[in-house]
């Protein structure tokens, strides 16, 4: 029976690799250590991250009007439907008038920019990278939310799993799973080829006769 989590299976080099759904992966927003806080009032999910410490919207309201030119925020709206969606895009479907909600920021203060890029002045350049990174970081948990994680599994041949890796977000097809992958398995012939040279070098310093020696194919 196929797994229920199974993508993708692709041959490289006298190997498989078997791509997955990554069911264990982590929470980011709990679990990583973002650049942004999370700050959100769903009705139904937690969408805050432990870094938040307002349990209050009016607080967290009136924080945001206290630091109105201190602070780098970026709106969070959700999609729901058959399931959560986040994103600071006020675009369809999160601008939907049924199914989306704006439910709270992602933010950082100018001063954690400045502790954090060791700067004294926050330029404008410095501004939109730290918004792109808060993008980025809405995008992490989009994935994480939507199960857009994955994971591969290296098989030989005779399908022994030769190795494995998880956590990768996003598209499996540009977010450097299949480089890995591949690499590893680079690596695994290399160790091959070099651990067979080692051996016939060592048959043939100890003066091994030809026919007990082994037949090596450097695959």
């Avoid at 078997?18 to 999910?45: A, C, M, Q, V």
Wanted: net charge positive; charged share 30%.
């Amino acid at each position: 029976m196929e797994n229920e989590y199974f993508v993708e299976k692709i041959p490289y080099r006298g190997y498989n690799i078997e791509i997955y759904r990554d069911i264990y992966s982590e929470n980011p927003i709990k679990n990583f250590d973002l650049l942004g806080t999370f700050t959100s009032f769903h009705r139904t999910y937690d969408l805050s991250c432990k870094k938040n410490k307002f349990t209050d919207k009016n607080e967290f309201i009136d924080f945001i009007r206290k630091n109105k030119n201190k602070i780098v925020l970026l709106p969070l709206r959700v999609y729901e439907h058959s399931g959560i969606s986040i994103s600071t895009s006020n675009n369809y479907p999160y601008n939907d008038r049924w199914d989306s909600s704006h439910v709270g920021y992602i933010w950082i203060t100018y001063k954690t920019i400045r502790e954090e890029y060791n700067v004294k002045h926050i330029t404008k350049k410095l501004i939109e990278k730290v918004e792109n990174i808060l993008i980025d970081e809405v995008k992490l948990f989009d994935d994480y939310l939507n199960n857009n994680v994955y994971e591969y599994i290296i098989k030989s041949n005779n399908n022994d799993i030769v190795e494995s890796c998880s956590g990768y977000y996003g598209n499996y097809e540009n977010n450097n799973l299949l480089e890995d992958a591949k690499y590893s398995i680079d690596n695994i012939i290399k160790e091959k080829i070099k651990n067979r040279i080692k051996l016939v070098k060592s048959y043939i310093k100890n003066n091994v006769a030809l026919i007990y020696r082994k037949n090596f194919i450097l695959n």
